[in-house]
């Protein structure tokens, strides 16, 4: 296939890459065989084998193609309360939403229901990639891995492990049994997706506190073992951390609880690190371990501002995750906008330090290739290269009054009225923009969504 028209990515932290009349050829593999940046008045390709391509195009006006977004960290089970939260904290949060709603995942027709909504919906977000926890129950992490590759998103899907300070009514019943149930589930991945291509594994401690130190030890010898990634939470919330101290008397810290476990690599996502000490960021940048910032949440339940700025400049690779639902939205642009703007909290913290705040372009990079690195999977995804794969969106935002596709952009949100300049447009995306704007999006070169009516 031959995609034609602008495209737009990172190609660095800060600088965005736009090339108004691309061209880039995707192989029946998913993969990019080769990229024009500049189409204007020349031919097709005619080397054999592009002769015969399927030809999607997008006039100039009308938008752009950009790497589909990563979130680095979501729970699939906790779709159905997004945006039900109150004043709730961490831990009353979890007592009060989370684990009712998490526990009722027993039923394999209650996973099925939602986890084709939550995989259909973050795709129609631009989500090509996602790092989902589950729950404890082996057959609907296996569902979630099953859906996730019918419909084509690329996925890290880990069954949720928590065998003490969990309600009776939902807890793994030993450490043997966490193990034993995740093993389980890596085996079904192993069995629909050998080469873990599309759909990974990924083991996943709850959090320090619900994990027993048998648990953790044995986990971490998993994951050392395996290889296989790990993800877990650190640092969101002060009482967290006090209850950490409390159960781990005698880590330095909680950083130091995960490493003793052997669970802190290069292969570990950490969601929030909000509240990290120097020592911890230290030890996070010596094993070159991955955080997700999930602004979102940390501000709807009162967790903190987490300090990107530090975390960047200290070497650390970040990326963006929802956490839905402690965070209450599953769409990675409108975190992508909450990255920004919490940054601007942080900078009024900071006496106004401009140093602080996240540009635009930095928020994106942060959900493209920032994504990309915390999953491992930088070589592949992220951005357009020769060799990377054909994870995309088709960003539209026609001029007011025009149509594309045969579609009224009058539906949509992100009013441009010609003038502005492509950075400009951009940041209209990114302030204003929202599905209605991801007119397709594909996985590998495979169509996984498309607006209805719109045929590319
Ligand atoms: N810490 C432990 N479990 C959770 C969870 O489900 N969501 C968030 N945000 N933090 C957690
Ligand atoms: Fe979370």
């Given at each position: 296939?031959?995609?034609?028209?602008?495209f737009i990515?990172?190609?660095?932290?800060?600088?965005?890459d736009i090339?108004v009349n691309g061209?880039?050829?995707?192989?029946?593999?998913g993969?990019i065989?080769?990229?024009?940046?500049?189409m204007k008045?020349?031919?097709?390709?005619?080397e054999?084998?592009w002769?015969?391509?399927k030809?999607?195009r997008l006039?100039?006006?009308?938008?752009?193609?950009?790497?589909?977004?990563i979130d680095?960290?979501i729970?699939?089970?906790q779709?159905?309360?997004?945006g039900i939260?109150?004043?709730?904290?961490?831990l009353d949060?979890?007592e009060?939403y989370?684990?009712?709603?998490e526990?009722?995942f027993?039923?394999?027709?209650?996973?099925?229901?939602?986890?084709?909504?939550v995989?259909?919906?973050?795709?129609?977000?631009?989500t090509?990639?996602a790092?989902y926890?589950?729950?404890?129950?082996v057959?609907a992490?296996n569902l979630?891995?099953?859906?996730?590759l019918s419909r084509?998103q690329?996925a890290?899907?880990?069954r949720?492990?928590?065998d003490?300070l969990?309600?009776?009514y939902?807890?793994?019943?030993?450490?043997e049994s966490s193990?034993?149930d995740t093993e389980?589930?890596i085996?079904?991945?192993?069995?629909?997706?050998?080469?873990?291509?599309?759909?990974?594994?990924?083991i996943?401690p709850r959090?320090?506190?619900?994990c027993?130190?048998?648990?953790?030890?044995?986990l971490g010898k998993?994951?050392?073992?395996s290889?296989?990634?790990?993800q877990?939470h650190?640092?969101?919330n002060?009482?967290?951390?006090?209850?950490?101290?409390k159960?781990?008397?005698e880590?330095p810290?909680?950083?130091g609880?995960?490493d003793e476990?052997g669970?802190l690599?290069?292969?570990?996502?950490?969601?929030h690190?909000?509240?990290?000490?120097?020592?911890?960021?230290?030890?996070?940048?010596?094993?070159?371990a991955?955080?997700?910032?999930?602004?979102?949440?940390?501000?709807?339940?009162?967790?903190?501002?987490?300090p990107?700025?530090?975390?960047?400049?200290?070497?650390?690779?970040?990326g963006?995750?929802?956490?839905?639902s402690?965070?209450?939205?599953?769409?990675m642009l409108?975190?992508t906008?909450?990255a920004?703007m919490?940054?601007?909290h942080?900078?009024i913290?900071?006496?106004?330090?401009?140093e602080c705040k996240l540009?635009?372009?930095e928020?994106l990079y942060?959900?493209?290739?920032g994504g990309a690195?915390?999953?491992?999977?930088e070589?592949?995804?992220g951005?357009?290269?020769?060799?990377?794969?054909?994870?995309a969106?088709?960003?539209?935002?026609?001029?007011?009054?025009?149509?594309v596709?045969?579609l009224?952009q009058?539906?949509?949100p992100?009013e441009?009225?010609?003038?502005e300049t492509?950075e400009e447009?951009?940041?209209k995306?990114?302030?204003?923009g929202?599905?209605?704007?991801?007119?397709?999006v594909?996985?590998?070169?495979r169509?996984?969504?498309?607006?209805e009516?719109?045929?590319?």
């Open positions: 296939t031959l995609y034609i028209g602008p990515h990172s190609d660095s932290l800060t600088t965005l090339a061209m880039i050829g995707v192989d029946e593999h993969t065989a080769f990229i024009r940046r500049d008045g020349k031919q097709l390709p005619t054999p084998g002769e015969e391509s030809i999607v006039n100039a006006r009308h938008g752009f193609f950009f790497p589909g977004f680095t960290h729970h699939a089970p779709y159905p309360n997004a939260f109150g004043k709730s904290t961490l949060w979890l009060t989370t684990f009712p709603m526990s009722s027993r039923e394999v027709r209650q996973a099925a229901k939602v986890y084709n909504r995989v259909a919906r973050t795709l129609s977000h631009g090509t990639t790092c926890y589950a729950t404890v129950h057959a992490t979630l891995a099953d859906v996730c084509g690329r890290f899907v880990g949720v492990c928590m003490r969990s309600p009776e939902y807890r793994d019943e030993s450490a193990l034993r389980a589930c085996e079904h991945v192993r069995g629909i997706d050998p080469g873990f291509e599309l759909v990974s594994p990924i996943t959090f320090a506190p619900s027993s130190d048998e648990s953790l030890k044995a998993l994951h050392q073992d290889g296989i990634p790990c877990t650190i640092s969101e002060k009482s967290e951390i006090a209850l950490v101290k159960l781990f008397p880590a810290h909680y950083a609880v995960y476990a669970l690599t290069s292969k570990t996502i950490l969601a690190a909000v509240h990290l000490t120097p020592e911890e960021r230290s030890l996070i940048k010596t094993r070159d991955k955080i997700s910032h999930c602004p979102a949440s940390n501000t709807a339940l009162a967790s903190g501002c987490a990107v700025r530090q975390l960047l400049n200290e070497g650390i690779t970040v963006l995750g929802t956490d839905v402690g965070g209450y939205t599953c769409s409108a975190e906008r909450e920004v919490v940054s601007r942080r900078s913290l900071e006496d106004g330090s401009d540009s635009v372009e928020a942060l959900a493209t290739r690195k915390v999953v491992g999977l070589d592949k995804i951005g357009f290269e020769v060799g990377k794969q054909w994870d969106q088709m960003v539209t935002f026609a001029e007011v009054g025009e149509t596709g045969g009224d009058k539906e949509g992100v441009v009225f010609g003038g492509y447009k951009v940041a995306w990114v302030y204003t929202d599905d209605r704007n991801t007119m397709a594909w996985v590998r070169g169509l996984v969504h498309c607006k009516g719109f045929k590319p």
